[in-house]
């Protein structure tokens, strides 16, 4: 059974850094592709950024580039999100994605609030 687990969510000031993890488990990691997607309320859910298997390619959002950097280890079955220069629209529910068939896995979510 594929399991995401999502850590490093929490409260930050504006202009404050989270580094988000996601470790995977129940599956061969190191030839999936991993993303982030962010929720906020009322709004609807968004890619933030995205790696390929062997992390040689990233791709991110236009509001996050310059601030956010995906990366992974295979070794640990894990992709990380880190965010620097945070903002206050930058909150939302962080999940990590593992593709696949019927619209692949999902974690269960971590909150991220940039608030003073």
């Known amino acids: 059974q594929v399991q995401l687990v999502e850590s490093g969510g929490g409260l930050v000031q504006p202009g404050g850094s989270l580094r988000l993890s996601c470790v995977v488990f129940?599956?061969?990691?190191?030839?999936?592709?991993m993303g982030w997607y962010r929720q906020a309320p009322g709004m609807q859910r968004e890619v933030v950024a995205a790696?390929?298997?062997?992390?040689?390619?990233?791709n991110y959002v236009d509001s996050v580039k310059g601030r956010f950097t995906i990366s992974r280890d295979n070794a640990k079955n894990t992709v990380y999100l880190q965010m620097n220069s945070l903002k206050p629209e930058d909150t939302a529910v962080y999940r990590c994605?593992?593709?696949?068939?019927?619209?692949?896995?999902w974690g269960q979510g971590t909150q991220v609030t940039v608030s003073s």
């Open positions: 129940g599956t061969i990691f190191s030839t999936s592709q």
């Open positions: 994605h593992l593709p696949g068939p019927t619209g692949g896995f």
């Open positions: 790696i390929s298997t062997d992390g040689t390619t990233t």
